[in-house]
């Protein structure tokens, strides 16, 4: 006789409320950064928003944070949220959360090059460079990444990278 177990219910997924900094200068080009611990992983600032946070908040001081460029040296132009990832191989970050959703905010450079320090706090990138949207690879993410960043290319510049995944 057949087991009539009823199936296991999966878990849903929480996920953490995160934040992702487009930063372009006054070429259009766009700020990307790489690993410190994962050479040839390129990416935009991001972060987690903390308690008691909102978004922008969360994305100015992640952007202080991480690359050493504050408030005064960035003009907000837009944001956009909803974009969603669940982390590879179940993996769960502080014990609960199996992946992010992210808000993503694209701000005007004003500062200078000189402004950017990538050990403001804790380094988490190895070196930075401007690049034109359409010069980003897709290969540069981990796959679990990659539909966000092709829908955040979409939605924001109307690049589509999809044929650019190897």
């Not at 003009?75 to 590879?88: M, S, T, V, W």
Request: proline share 6%.
């Amino acid at each position: 006789m057949p087991d009539k177990s009823p199936l296991p219910i999966p878990t849903p997924i929480v996920y953490r409320p995160n934040v992702g900094v487009i930063l372009m200068n006054d070429r259009d080009e766009i700020f990307v950064a790489e690993r410190i611990n994962i050479p040839g992983a390129w990416q935009f600032p991001q972060g987690g928003i903390d308690d008691g946070e909102d978004a922008e908040t969360a994305m100015f001081r992640e952007m202080a944070e991480e690359i050493g460029v504050t408030r005064d040296k960035v003009e907000l132009l837009e944001q956009r949220g909803g974009y969603r990832y669940a982390f590879a191989k179940g993996r769960l970050k502080y014990g609960i959360y199996g992946g992010q959703e992210q808000t993503y905010f694209r701000c005007r450079f004003l500062g200078q090059d000189s402004d950017v320090n990538l050990a403001a706090t804790h380094q988490e990138f190895s070196r930075w460079c401007w690049i034109k949207p359409e010069a980003f690879k897709m290969e540069w993410v981990p796959k679990f990444k990659r539909a966000v960043y092709h829908q955040v290319f979409l939605d924001f510049f109307g690049v589509d990278l999809s044929a650019k995944v190897s």
